[in-house]
C-alpha cells in the first residue's frame, strides 16, 4: 500500500473515532447544539435532545408537523404547520413564543436576541425585549434575514426582495426583480443581498443604488448559501 494511501486511510479512521451516530426515529428538519447538548428538531413534532447517546423526547408541537428550526446556542427555535413558534431549552422546557393562523413559512435568529417569522404574506419582528412589530408583504413570504447592523430585516417574495424597518413607520425599502424569490441572504457587511430562485438561479442587489447581479447556469435550484469569514465569497 502506497504510504500516502495509507496515511489518509489512517486520518480517516481517526476522524470517524470521534463520530457517534444518533438515531431519532423520525425525520430530522434542523439541529443544533444547546451548550453541550445536541437538540435535533423531528419532523414528527418532537425535539430529541442527547446526553451523549441517551436520547430524550419533549413534545414541542402536538399533532403538528415541525416544518424549520434554528439554535441560537441557548434554545432551539421551530416552526410549524400548527402555526406555533416554539423554543425549546437543553433541560427540556418548551415556550411558546407566538400563533399564528396559517403555517410557519420562514423563520429566522440573531445571535443577540432577535428574531422573526412569516406566515403567508404577514411578518413578524420581535426584538431583544420581546416586543413584536408586523408588516404585510406584497406576497407570501419564503426567506427571512437580519442586516448585519441595525434592527432590519430582509424579506424574500414574489417579484423581489423587501428590506424593514420594524422600529419605523416607513414603507419597506423594494428591490425588484420579477419570479418567485425564496430563501434570501445578506452579506457580512449589508452591502449586498441575494435571493435563491424558483428558476435555477440566484438574484442580487447592491444595496446602495440597487443595482441588479444575475447568476445564473446551476444545475438545480439553490437550497442553501453561506458567506466565507470575509465576507467576500457566497458559496452555494
Known amino acids: 500500500m502506497p504510504m500516502s494511501q495509507s496515511k489518509s486511510q489512517s486520518k480517516s479512521q481517526s476522524m470517524t473515532q470521534h463520530v457517534t451516530a444518533l438515531e431519532t426515529g423520525a425525520e430530522i428538519v434542523a439541529g443544533g447544539f444547546l451548550g453541550d447538548v445536541p437538540a435535533l428538531a423531528l419532523a414528527s413534532g418532537e425535539i430529541a435532545l442527547f446526553d451523549d447517546t441517551h436520547m430524550r423526547k419533549v413534545m414541542a408541537h402536538e399533532d403538528s408537523v415541525i416544518l424549520m428550526g434554528q439554535s441560537d446556542s441557548t434554545h432551539l427555535v421551530t416552526g410549524g404547520d400548527d402555526g406555533r413558534v416554539v423554543a425549546t431549552a437543553a433541560d427540556g ?43 404585510s408583504a406584497p406576497s407570501s413570504v419564503r426567506g427571512l434575514a437580519f442586516m448585519p447592523k441595525g434592527y432590519r430585516l430582509a424579506l424574500s417574495h414574489y417579484n423581489g426582495v423587501s428590506l424593514w424597518f420594524p422600529n419605523m413607520a416607513a414603507e419597506p425599502e423594494f428591490f425588484k426583480w420579477a419570479g418567485s424569490h425564496l430563501d434570501v441572504t445578506v452579506s457580512l457587511d449589508g452591502k449586498f443581498i441575494v435571493s435563491a430562485m424558483q428558476e435555477n438561479s440566484l438574484h442580487g442587489w447592491r444595496v446602495q443604488d440597487h443595482k441588479d447581479m444575475r447568476m445564473t447556469g446551476y444545475p438545480s435550484k439553490t437550497r442553501s448559501f453561506s458567506w466565507s469569514a470575509d465576507g467576500h465569497w457566497l458559496v452555494t
Open 93 to 135: 422546557s418548551t415556550h411558546e413564543i407566538a400563533k399564528q393562523k396559517g403555517w410557519i413559512d420562514a423563520l429566522v435568529l440573531r445571535g443577540d436576541g432577535p428574531m422573526a417569522w412569516a406566515s403567508g404574506k404577514q411578518v413578524f419582528a420581535r426584538n431583544e425585549k420581546g416586543e413584536v412589530k408586523s408588516m
